[in-house]
T-cell receptor
Framework: SQQGEEDPQALSIQEGENATMNCSYKTSINNLQWYRQNSGRGLVHLILIRSNEREKHSGRLRVTLDTSKKSSSLLITASRAADTASYFCATVSTHGGKLIFGQGTELSVKP | DTEVTQTPKHLVMGMTNKKSLKCEQHMGHRAMYWYKQKAKKPPELMFVYSYEKLSINESVPSRFSPECPNSSLLNLHLHALQPEDSALYLC????????????FGPGTRLTVT
């Protein structure tokens, strides 16, 4: 029962460039979270944005949320090879506490 | 200590075997989760424990049996698995309400032969 769609499915950029990933979801949410997963490993929480927030920053990360369009974007600025990973958005709906993941974006940053 | 640990890291088992996966956290989190993840797919929720009681079972086959012996420990008992059960099994924990982020362990890579 995956809720979100992410695009692009895969993104390849050069070190130093910015990477933008988009996420769309279907239901009303309490918050939206972004996670990173290095190949074959656990997920690491990056940032959480609440439904009453429009933009949030954390280091080189910038997240926006548009609840009217049911969409969010994650921007990674000045990317590094170490940013190579899969990135997932995940939502917590207003009707339950489950975390519902999008399909993910596979980011490759070439040195 | 902000870590969730999982053992073993890798597990190969036959379809007639019985094995267990273990997850541990010492962050005082009262909600713990099991997820299953296939290659290039997002994690899929299997079970949720809240205050050591099973609160969500996502219609998981009975060959997977969760157990929460105490607030720090979560087990997943495996019996008579099928090859399609091969996947990365992730454990996670969360403090407070469902509005908070989850902390994930590194996962157990399970192969069923």
């Amino acid at each position: 029962s995956q809720q979100g769609e992410e695009d692009p499915q895969a993104l390849s950029i050069q070190e130093g460039e910015n990477a933008t990933m988009n996420c769309s979801y279907k239901t009303s949410i309490n918050n939206l979270q972004w996670y990173r997963q290095n190949s074959g490993r656990g997920l690491v929480h990056l940032i959480l944005i609440r439904s009453n927030e429009r933009e949030k920053h954390s280091g080189r990360l910038r997240v926006t949320l548009d609840t009217s369009k049911k969409s969010s974007s994650l921007l990674i600025t000045a990317s590094r090879a170490a940013d190579t990973a899969s990135y997932f958005c995940a939502t917590v709906s207003t009707h339950g506490g489950k975390l519902i993941f999008g399909q993910g974006t596979e980011l490759s940053v070439k040195p | 200590d902000t870590e969730v640990t999982q053992t073993p890291k890798h597990l190969v088992m036959g379809m007639t075997n019985k094995k267990s996966l273990k997850c541990e956290q010492h962050m005082g989190h009262r909600a713990m989760y099991w997820y299953k993840q296939k290659a290039k797919k997002p994690p899929e929720l299997m079970f949720v424990y809240s205050y050591e009681k099973l609160s969500i079972n996502e219609s998981v086959p009975s060959r997977f049996s969760p157990e929460c012996p105490n607030s720090s420990l979560l087990n997943l008992h495996l019996h008579a698995l099928q090859p399609e059960d091969s996947a990365l099994y992730l454990c996670a924990s969360r403090e407070g309400t469902s509005l908070y982020e989850q902390y994930f362990g590194p996962g157990t890579r399970l192969t069923v032969t």
